[in-house]
């Protein structure tokens, strides 16, 4: 082959391809982040694995990780970080035509196709194959660059049941509202707050519900409210799996009030029997997709909320 043939064919080669063995495990990761019927999302792609970000009016972020180790292909050959936009709603609804409950269904996916296209297809059946392409536009620039911090010597954190913390949530609903939330030393506690036209408070108390609360550090008191909707936004689609395998969410407050959530949702084969769950409610991260929500406190001078 001629070096002007090997460099053309490097040229048009895609930069990923991979495949994956529980499609429903993407779905669920994906569906996490996915808080309105119309959104865009950013998908970046390296050696590492793949990241989808979205995004709101700079107040709210997330991003979904899925690491290559959770693929059983995963040919990596753009050069820094390609990166491409995408609607969610689209892909979620696209990669749903793959899934079959209890069935471990496998799918291959392709970036950039002829047309700078994300390609999808079926790749676990000789008779038959799905086959799909989403059109992808030029990603959009986001538009806050996040730099979470500790917000002093000791991280501000604690790890609650998932299944609790939505319910939390759901419970402090008021229209337009804010959420406060505290976080005490002695007694340990977190407490969140809605006020509407009454008030609502329900407490976290560390020592009391070591159950319901895996982990807590905190030693000073501290005290941010969030708007209601992206506060919501973190947990109103957590998946059922989620909630079924009792698992924990992590909040961790940094500096400037700066919110971090983080979920994990298993991609493992639905045959996967029994994985490894520690007492934080974490699973092995080998088949694990990390989701993270930033969520910006709110600022009593600023109007840009309302």
């Not at 506690?189 to 519900?209: K, P």
């Amino acid at each position: 082959m001629s070096a002007s043939a090997s460099e053309s064919e490097a040229e048009e080669s895609p930069d990923l391809v991979c495949q994956l063995d529980n499609v429903q495990g993407m779905v669920d990761a994906f569906t996490t982040v996915r808080w309105k019927r119309h959104q865009d999302a950013v998908v970046e792609l390296s050696e590492h694995g793949v990241v989808l970000i979205v995004e709101e009016t700079g107040c709210l972020q997330a991003k979904v990780y899925l690491q290559r180790e959770l693929f059983v292909r995963y040919e990596f050959k753009g050069h820094g970080r390609p990166r491409f936009g995408v609607s969610l709603g689209l892909f979620v609804d696209c990669l749903n035509t793959f899934s079959v409950p209890g069935k471990s269904s496998v799918i291959e996916i392709q970036y950039p196709g002829p047309d700078m296209q994300l390609l999808v297809k079926s790749v676990d059946s000789l008779e038959s194959c799905i086959y799909a392409e989403i059109r992808t536009r030029i990603p959009d620039t986001v538009s806050w660059d996040y730099n979470f911090e500790p917000a002093g010597s000791t991280p501000i954190s604690f790890t609650v049941k998932s299944a609790a913390l939505k319910e939390a949530i759901d419970d402090l609903e008021w229209p337009g509202s804010s959420i406060q939330i505290s976080l005490q030393p002695n007694p340990p506690t977190v407490t969140f707050r809605g006020e509407g036209h009454g008030d609502l408070q329900i407490d976290f108390t560390y020592y009391v519900n070591t159950d319901l609360m895996a982990a807590f550090q905190c030693d000073r008191q501290v005290s941010y409210r969030y708007k209601y909707k992206f506060l919501r936004a973190t947990t109103s689609n957590i998946p059922s799996t989620v909630i079924k395998e009792n698992r924990g969410s992590k909040l961790t407050i940094g500096r400037g009030g700066l919110l971090k959530v983080q979920h994990l949702v298993s991609v493992a084969r639905p045959t996967t029997s029994h994985p490894r769950i520690d007492s934080a409610g974490y699973q092995q991260p080998s088949r694990i997709a990390y989701i993270e929500f930033f969520v910006k406190p709110e600022e009593d001078e600023d109007t840009t909320y309302d």
